[in-house]
C-alpha cells in the first residue's frame, strides 16, 4: 500500500515530493532557529565585548596621551628644572588645553611637593602606588584607587619621572584623570535596563560604576569571584549574580601601559541574562510563524502546478533521455510553449544532443593529433634542461638525459624505478598525496640524488595519455641557486619594509646628484606627492631654506655626510614646515648613496614657541609688576615717613594724655601699613623669584626668644598664653635663611594669636629623622584654641589676599597676605606647609624645613654678644633730604636726640656742606633733583668733590627697601642704611653702629 502511494502521475509525486519536502526543511529551520538564538544571544555577548573593548581603547589612548604629555612636559625648561613658581603656570595653561586631567604635580623623589594646580594639603605624595612604582623603575607608571580630597570623586593618578644626566630620579610629575566621562558614553549606548559599567584598580577596588549603587559603593571590593576570573582570563565573558541579586552576562578587559606591564586597571559591562534570552527568543518565534505560512503556500502550489502540461513535458524529456542514453544522438524533443520551464528544459536538452555529436567527431581527430604529439614530445623532452619523467602510480616508464644529469642516476636505473626514491623523505607525503589528487600547479619539495644529498626541487605535473593508458608526466628542476637569491631578496625586502614602511619619520635615499631614488609613504605624504611622484625629485625641490648652488656647496664631500639639523620643507602646494634630518652617506656596491631621516617637528616648534611666548609674558608681567610696585612702594614710603615721624614727634613731646593716646592709634595705624606695604613688596619678590634665600650661621633659640618676646605683651590685651616647647636633642646652631625663618614662624604664631580669643597659643619644635642628604629635618607644630578654619576655606587659605571671613563682620584686621608669602617662602626652602582645622575648636599648623649642621656642633649654642650700641651724646649730623616734611620731622627727632643738625635739600647742596665743615655722619636720601644720593657718595669717596673729610660716615635713609635696595646702597659706599618710614629706635641704634666703626677705626 505504501508503495502504491509513490506510483503514478507525474503530477502525484510532485504533490508528494512537496509533501515530502516540507518535512526535512522544517527539522531544517527549527535547527536555523536553534541557531539564530544562539546567534543573537552571541551577538549581544560581542556588544559588550565590543563596547568595553572601545573604552578600554579610549583609556589606553588616554594613558598613553597622558603619558606623552608628562614626557613632553617634564623636557620644559621650567619643570625640568624644578622652578616652582614658574611650574605652576606652566601647569595651568596644560591643565586648560587638556581638561581632561583633573590635577598636576611636580614632586621630589622623596614625596615633597615643588608645584601643584592643587592646594597642598599632605606632606609627602611618596606612598603612592604610581608614585613608587615610577621612581623604581624609572618609568612612566599608573596608580590605584583614590578619591580628591577638594572634589569627592574618584580619579585614578599616573606618575612620570625625570632624570638628571646621570640617569638619577630628579623629580617626578604626577597627574590625574576623572572617570566620569565613562558615564555618558554608557548612557549612548541604550543598554537595557538593569545593565551597568564598572571599573576596578589591579587590587580590585571600584573605582566607577554606572549607573551608581547603593549595594556597590566606590572605594569598596568588587565581586571576587568576577575579579578572579578577570585577573585570570585576561579578556572575555562571564555569568555572575551581582551583589543587587540579579544575573548578568558581564564582560571584561584589562588595561596595561605596555605589553610587558600587569594590569593597571579593569573594565566590566554586563547586561542582565534575562533581558539577553528574551530578545533572543522574540526572534526565534517570529521566524516560525513566517515559516509555517511559506510552508503552507509551497504545498498548495506544487499541488496546482503539478499538472497536465508538466507532467506531458516531463515524460516527453524522460523517454528522449533513454534512447540518447541507448547511443541515438540523432533523438530531439518538441518545444511545448505552455510552461515556459519545461521548454527552456527542452531546448536545453535538444542544444545537449547537438553537443554530444559535436564531441564524437572531434574526438576522432584529437586521438590523430595526439599520436602526433607524442612523436613530438619525445624529442623534446630529452632537449630539455630540466629533468622529466613519464610514471604510473609511481614507477617511472621513461625519462629524458636531464633526469639522469640531475639525480645521478643513469637513465637504465631509472626505468621502472620508483619515483618517490627521487624524493627526500620529509616531502614524500606531500608529493604522494599531489598524485592522488592529480595535482597539475607547479610546487616545491626536496629531492634525493643518488649520492644522498638533498637538494630543492621545482615540481610541475601532467596528466597524459601514454601507450593507451592514463600516466603522469613530471618536470624536475633544482632552484637550489634560485632559493638562494629569493633568500636574499625575502630578507633585503623584509628590512626593508620594517625600516620604510614600518617609521613614523619619513625615509629617503638621495644619489650624487641629488636625487631621490627612493622613499618611504610617510616621506610622500609629508610633501603632499604620491611615492610615485617624489622618486625623480631633487632636494632642492623640497628643501625651502637653502638654495640649489647651496646645497651642492654643503654636500660638496658626498657621500661622507652624518649629521643631524634643523631646515624647513616645501609641501607640493607650496605650504612649508619644520623638520629634522638626520643624514647618513655611504657607498652601496659603485653607487654614492645618502639616506635620510625626516621627522616633522612643525607641533614642536609651535609648542616651543607658545611655551616660549607664554615664559615671556609672564617675566614682562612679573618684572612690571616688580617695578610698579618699587616705585610705589617708595612713593607710599615717603609721605608716610613724614606722617609717622611727625605722630613720633607728637608722641615724645609734652602733651596730654587725650593727645598721646591719639598720636599712640596713629603710630599703630601708619606701622600696620608699613607692614602690609611690606608683605605687598615680599609677594612681589617671591612671585618674580627674586628673593634669593641668605644662608648664615644662626642660634634657632635667638629665633624662639625674639619670637616669645615680641608675643608675650599680647598677653595683657586678651587673655591668650604662649606655650614654647623645644626637644632637647635639636642643634642650636644651623645653617640657613634665619630672616625668611622668623618671618615664618611670626606669620604663623601670630596668625595664632589673633583668631584666638581665649585659651593658649602652642609653638612645639621636634627633629624629624635626617633627610637623605644629611640635612637636619625640624618639624614646627603651631596650635592654637581659637576660631578654626571652616573646610571650604582650608584650600584657599594660603591664596593673596583670601582671608577666611570675607562679609562686613571681620574681627581681625589684614590684607590676607600673610599665609601666601609664608607658603612660598616655604617652597623656596624646600619645606612643607600643612593645616589641619576643626571650626571653633581652632587650628594646628605643621610646618617641616630642613637646615645643614654646622661640623663638630653641639646641642648648647653660646649666647650671642649683642651688637647695638648708643650713640654719643651729641653728634654734628647734615640731614640730605628733599621733601620737606621728612626733611623737617627727621630735623626734629635728631634734635630731641641732642644732637647739631645742618640740613640740604640735594646732593649738591650736600657737598657744599661738606667742602664747609667736617661732621660726624651724614643722613642721605637717595631720590632727588639736582643729584642722588648715590652720586653724591660717589664724588664724596672719589675725592674730587673737595669735601674736607671723604670718609665721613654716611647713611641711606630712603624710601627704597625692596630685596638687595641695602647691598647695593653700601657697594656705592655707604656705611648703613634705615628704610622709612623710619622708626627713631631704629635711626639710633644706626647711628650708634655707624659711628662707633668709625670711631675704631681711627683707633
Not at 623603575?137 to 580619579?155: D, M, S
Not at 648648647?860 to 640730605?880: D, H, K, M, Y
Request: aromatic share 8%; charged share 25%; glycine share 8%.
Amino acid at each position: 500500500m505504501t508503495l502504491q502511494i509513490f506510483h503514478g502521475s507525474i503530477r502525484k509525486r510532485l504533490a508528494l515530493l512537496f509533501v515530502a519536502s516540507a518535512l526535512p526543511a522544517t527539522l531544517l529551520f527549527l535547527y536555523a532557529g536553534l541557531e539564530r538564538y544562539n546567534e543573537n544571544v552571541s551577538r549581544s555577548e560581542n556588544e559588550l565585548l565590543t563596547f568595553v573593548s572601545q573604552l578600554a581603547d579610549a583609556q589606553e589612548k588616554t594613558s598613553l596621551r597622558t603619558h606623552l604629555l608628562l614626557e613632553n612636559l617634564a623636557k620644559v625648561p621650567a619643570v625640568h628644572n624644578m622652578d616652582a613658581l614658574s611650574c605652576t603656570g606652566v601647569f595651568t595653561a596644560v591643565l586648560k588645553a587638556n581638561p581632561y586631567l583633573s590635577g598636576l604635580t611636580l614632586a621630589t623623589p622623596e614625596g615633597d611637593v615643588v608645584a601643584t594646580t592643587r592646594p597642598q594639603t599632605s606632606t609627602s605624595l611618596a606612598e603612592g602606588k604610581h608614585f613608587k612604582n615610577a621612581l623604581a623603575t624609572k618609568q612612566f607608571a599608573a596608580g590605584e584607587y583614590l578619591v580628591g580630597r577638594l572634589y569627592p570623586v574618584p580619579i585614578f593618578p599616573f606618575a612620570y619621572p625625570m632624570l638628571d644626566d646621570s640617569g638619577r630620579v630628579r623629580g617626578l610629575l604626577l597627574a590625574s584623570i576623572e572617570l566620569e566621562k565613562y558615564g555618558e558614553q554608557f548612557k549612548q549606548m541604550h543598554f537595557p535596563q538593569g545593565s551597568f559599567f564598572g571599573v576596578c584598580d589591579h587590587k580590585g577596588t571600584r573605582l566607577y560604576r554606572y549607573p551608581k549603587s547603593q549595594s556597590g559603593s566606590i572605594g569598596q571590593p568588587i565581586s571576587r569571584q568576577m575579579f578572579e576570573v578577570a585577573t585570570t582570563e585576561g579578556e572575555g565573558l562571564k555569568t555572575d549574580k551581582g551583589i543587587d541579586g540579579i544575573e548578568r552576562v558581564n564582560a571584561f578587559k584589562p588595561l596595561r601601559l605596555n605589553a610587558d606591564s600587569a594590569p593597571y586597571m579593569y573594565m566590566f559591562v554586563g547586561t542582565p541574562k534575562s533581558i539577553i534570552h528574551a530578545n533572543a527568543q522574540r526572534g526565534v518565534l517570529r521566524d516560525l510563524g513566517l515559516f509555517a505560512v511559506a510552508v503552507a503556500f509551497t504545498l498548495t502550489a506544487g499541488w496546482f502546478l503539478g499538472g497536465k502540461s508538466l507532467g506531458l513535458g516531463l515524460e516527453k524529456l524522460a523517454a528522449a533521455s533513454k534512447r540518447i542514453g541507448e547511443g541515438d544522438l540523432s533523438v530531439r524533443v518538441t518545444l511545448n510553449p505552455d510552461v515556459a520551464e519545461v521548454a527552456t528544459l527542452s531546448q536545453a536538452f535538444n542544444n545537449m544532443a547537438d553537443s554530444l555529436s559535436r564531441d564524437v567527431a572531434e574526438k576522432a581527430l584529437a586521438e590523430t593529433a595526439l599520436k602526433e604529439s607524442g612523436l613530438r614530445f619525445k624529442a623534446l623532452h630529452n632537449a630539455s634542461f630540466g629533468g622529466i619523467t613519464i610514471h604510473d602510480k609511481g614507477v617511472i616508464l621513461d625519462c629524458n638525459q636531464g633526469l639522469s644529469t640531475l639525480t645521478g642516476y643513469s637513465q637504465e636505473e631509472l626505468i621502472g624505478m620508483d619515483g618517490l626514491l627521487l624524493i627526500a623523505e620529509q616531502s614524500r607525503a606531500m608529493v604522494r598525496a599531489n598524485i592522488a589528487a592529480g595535482h597539475e600547479k607547479a610546487y616545491e619539495a626536496f629531492g634525493l640524488r643518488k649520492n644522498g644529498e638533498e637538494y630543492p626541487l621545482r615540481l610541475e605535473a601532467r596528466n597524459i595519455p601514454y601507450k593507451g593508458k592514463a600516466v603522469r608526466v613530471v618536470e624536475f628542476r633544482d632552484i637550489t641557486e634560485t632559493k638562494q637569491i629569493e633568500d636574499a631578496l625575502r630578507y633585503e625586502a623584509q628590512r626593508r619594509k620594517i625600516l620604510l614602511e614600518n617609521s613614523s619619520d619619513g625615509i629617503v635615499t638621495i644619489n650624487h646628484e641629488h636625487r631621490v631614488v627612493e622613499a618611504n609613504e610617510r616621506f610622500a605624504s609629508m610633501l603632499g606627492y604620491s611615492r610615485e611622484e617624489v622618486l625623480g625629485l631633487y632636494t632642492w625641490d623640497y628643501e625651502a631654506v637653502k638654495t640649489r648652488e647651496q646645497i651642492q656647496k654643503d654636500f660638496s664631500y658626498f657621500p661622507s655626510v652624518n649629521m643631524v639639523f634643523e631646515s624647513r620643507h616645501r609641501r607640493k602646494d607650496g605650504t612649508v614646515f619644520d623638520v629634522e634630518v638626520s643624514t647618513s652617506g655611504a657607498l652601496v656596491g659603485e653607487q654614492a648613496l645618502v639616506f635620510a631621516i625626516c621627522r616633522d617637528i612643525t607641533e614642536r616648534k609651535r609648542d616651543e614657541a607658545e611655551l616660549l611666548h607664554a615664559k615671556e609674558l609672564a617675566e614682562a608681567a612679573n618684572l612690571a609688576k616688580s617695578q610698579f610696585l618699587a616705585n610705589m612702594s617708595h612713593e607710599i614710603r615717603t609721605p608716610l615717613n613724614g606722617v609717622l615721624g611727625m605722630l613720633q614727634l607728637i608722641r615724645g613731646s609734652e602733651v596730654s594724655g587725650e593727645v598721646e593716646c591719639y598720636a599712640e592709634m596713629a603710630m599703630r595705624a601708619g606701622n600696620r601699613l608699613t607692614s602690609l606695604l611690606g608683605d605687598i613688596l615680599d609677594l612681589s619678590r617671591i612671585e618674580a623669584g627674586r628673593m634669593p634665600l641668605v644662608i648664615n650661621r644662626f642660634a634657632l633659640s635667638d629665633v624662639i626668644s625674639a619670637l616669645t618676646e615680641t608675643f608675650f605683651p599680647l598677653h595683657y590685651s586678651k587673655p591668650v598664653s604662649l606655650a614654647v616647647h623645644t626637644a632637647q636633642n635639636i642643634p642650636d646652631s644651623l645653617l640657613g635663611d634665619e630672616v625668611r625663618l622668623r618671618q615664618i614662624l611670626f606669620n604663623l604664631v601670630g596668625n595664632a594669636m589673633k583668631f584666638t580669643d581665649g585659651g593658649k597659643v602652642r609653638l612645639e619644635v621636634s627633629p624629624l629623622l635626617p633627610h637623605p642628604s644629611g640635612r637636619a629635618r625640624l618639624l614646627f607644630i603651631i596650635s592654637d584654641t581659637g576660631l578654626g578654619i571652616p573646610d571650604d576655606k582650608i584650600a584657599q587659605i594660603c591664596a593673596p589676599f583670601v582671608q577666611v571671613s570675607e562679609d562686613y563682620n571681620r574681627s581681625s584686621q589684614g590684607a590676607g597676605l600673610g599665609l601666601s608669602i609664608v607658603l612660598k617662602l616655604v617652597q623656596a626652602m624646600n619645606g612643607t606647609l600643612t593645616f589641619e582645622s576643626t571650626k571653633g575648636l581652632g587650628t594646628c599648623v605643621y610646618l617641616t624645613l630642613a637646615f645643614d649642621v654646622p661640623e663638630y656642633e653641639t646641642s648648647i649654642a653660646a649666647p650671642r654678644q649683642g651688637l647695638e650700641q648708643e650713640p654719643p651724646a651729641s653728634l654734628r649730623l647734615l640731614l640730605v633730604e628733599d621733601e620737606e616734611i621728612s626733611r623737617m620731622s627727621a630735623r626734629l627727632i635728631l634734635e630731641k636726640m641732642k644732637h647739631h643738625v645742618v640740613t640740604a635739600s640735594n646732593g649738591a647742596e650736600a657737598l657744599q656742606a661738606l667742602r664747609e665743615s667736617e661732621y660726624d655722619c651724614v643722613l642721605m636720601d637717595v631720590q632727588m633733583d639736582v643729584m642722588d644720593g648715590l652720586e653724591t657718595t660717589r664724588q664724596i669717596r672719589s675725592g674730587s668733590s673737595g669735601v674736607l673729610d671723604t670718609q665721613v660716615p654716611i647713611i641711606a635713609m630712603t624710601a627704597y627697601a625692596m630685596t638687595g635696595d641695602r647691598e647695593k646702597f653700601l657697594e656705592a659706599g655707604m656705611d648703613g642704611y634705615v628704610a622709612k618710614p623710619v622708626q627713631v629706635m631704629e635711626l639710633q641704634a644706626e647711628l650708634g653702629r655707624v659711628v662707633a666703626g668709625r670711631g675704631e677705626g681711627k683707633g
